[in-house]
């Protein structure tokens, strides 16, 4: 079984940084790709960034510009880097681990509030 725990969020002001991370433990194979996703109340949740083979990384026009998503494949963790943050941005960040053979993972989620 695979799980996913990500860590990082929290209360940071308008302009200010975070980096979250997702890591990754049990049993899988070579990962395809891997992603954010965020999800604000009352609103659907939507993709932020993903990474895959190439590598490449693509990023909602939203974040574009301020947040950078890479990974570690040695340690099996995620990372999403988000500058300039803004109110906006607030909402709760799952990551999404998508391997080869096998269904998609998800993580618990882990909130950031952005607030003066």
């Known amino acids: 079984q695979v799980q996913l725990v990500e860590s990082g969020g929290g209360l940071v002001q308008p302009g200010g940084s975070l980096r979250l991370s997702c890591a990754a433990s049990?049993?899988?194979?070579?990962?395809?790709?891997m992603a954010w996703y965020r999800q604000a109340p009352g609103k659907e949740r939507e993709w932020v960034a993903s990474?895959?083979?190439?590598?490449?990384?693509n990023y909602a026009d939203s974040v574009k510009g301020r947040f950078t998503i890479s990974r570690d494949n040695a340690k099996n963790t995620l990372y999403l880097q988000m500058n300039s943050l803004k109110p906006e941005d607030t909402a709760v960040y799952y990551c999404?681990?998508?391997?080869?053979?096998?269904?998609?993972?998800w993580g618990q989620g882990t909130q950031v509030t952005v607030s003066s």
């Open positions: 049990g049993v899988f194979f070579s990962i395809k790709g």
């Open positions: 990474i895959t083979e190439g590598p490449r990384t």
């Open positions: 999404q681990l998508v391997p080869y053979g096998s269904n998609n993972y």
